[in-house]
């Protein structure tokens, strides 16, 4: 079995770097780990992600295809290897504008009760939810938090998932909005996870918004159970180990506006049986 380990350089590129048994490789001691950096594989339908210290275990079989880390250009290795190089993106210009916190509007509300529940299945995913800009926000409107409702039951003390945003590109996913990941800690059973942007004075664009979340691939979110426990109490059977992480929806019955990202991109779709979209509660202020 061989290990695989990514660390950051602090630089102007990404340094990662492997390890076979116990030999580690670091060129700089200024150098930190890369969580949940994702990784897909050549002719895999699923993707994994490095650890939370930076790791990351291949199987037999796994060749590299991509790594991706946000804020950083996409690698395509040529084989395995125990080093790998990627260079970092332009960061974006800071907005010259101060948040005056003056005006505070809640978009969207929390349904505790709702009966839809949903979560990723064997294969890990990215799904987002489109959010509109209305007249009557601040002509600065920060955004300040954004929350979600999730549940697991497991023995892990805590599930994370990724926060991205992504820009409005004609109705439909289009670039990352900001070179920053957000990862949400959930703790077991029903939560409440309020992601905190207030520091990072990012803008509710006009265009609207789509907010995503990407479901983490590594040992410590996989449920091997030939059942899986509903929020609502029911139990479903399993033919396959599923992520251990559910996230809530809501029923609508106007157009959803919900993507999920597949190998050949983005696609909308209905996620459950009903016309559904993710119970997304955002605080923005000006």
């Not at 084989?79 to 101060?98: C, F, G, M, R, W």
């Not at 497991?154 to 900001?178: A, C, H, M, S, V």
């Not at 077991?188 to 995503?212: A, T, Y």
Request: proline letters at 4%; hydrophobic letters at 35%.
């Amino acid at each position: 079995m061989k290990k695989l380990f990514l660390l950051l350089l602090l630089s102007s590129s990404l340094m990662l770097f492997g390890q076979e048994d116990s030999d580690v490789s670091i060129h700089s001691n200024t150098t930190m780990p890369i969580p949940y950096a994702k990784v897909t594989f050549e002719g895999k339908a699923y993707y994994k992600n490095t650890d939370e210290k930076g790791r990351l275990e291949l199987e037999k079989g796994e060749k590299i295809l991509r790594i991706r880390a946000t804020g950083f250009e996409d690698f395509f290795p040529e084989k395995n290897q125990k080093e790998y190089i990627l260079t970092a993106k332009k960061p974006i210009e800071s907005k010259d504008v101060i948040p005056k916190n003056k005006i505070k509007i809640i978009i969207g509300k929390l349904y505790k009760k709702t009966n839809l529940y949903g979560g990723a299945t064997d294969a890990a995913s990215t799904q987002v939810q489109y959010i509109s800009y209305k007249n009557n926000y601040p002509e600065t409107a920060f955004i300040k938090s954004i929350s979600f409702l999730s549940f697991f039951s497991t023995k892990e003390k805590k599930q994370p998932i990724i926060l991205r945003l992504y820009k409005n590109d004609n109705g439909q996913p289009g670039e990352l909005y900001g070179t920053t990941d957000f990862i949400a800690v959930c703790k077991p059973g029903r939560s409440i996870n309020k992601v905190d942007l207030s520091k990072s004075n990012i803008i509710f664009p006009k265009e609207g918004l789509f907010i995503g979340l990407e479901w983490i691939n590594i040992p410590a979110t996989v449920l091997k159970s030939d059942y899986m426990k509903n929020i609502d109490g029911s139990s479903t059977r399993l033919k396959q180990s599923i992520l251990n992480l559910a996230i809530a929806y809501e029923s609508t019955d106007e157009d959803n506006n919900f993507w999920i990202l597949f190998d050949n991109g983005w696609k909308k779709s209905k996620p459950l049986s009903k016309l559904s979209k993710i119970n997304f509660e955002i605080v923005i202020s000006d």
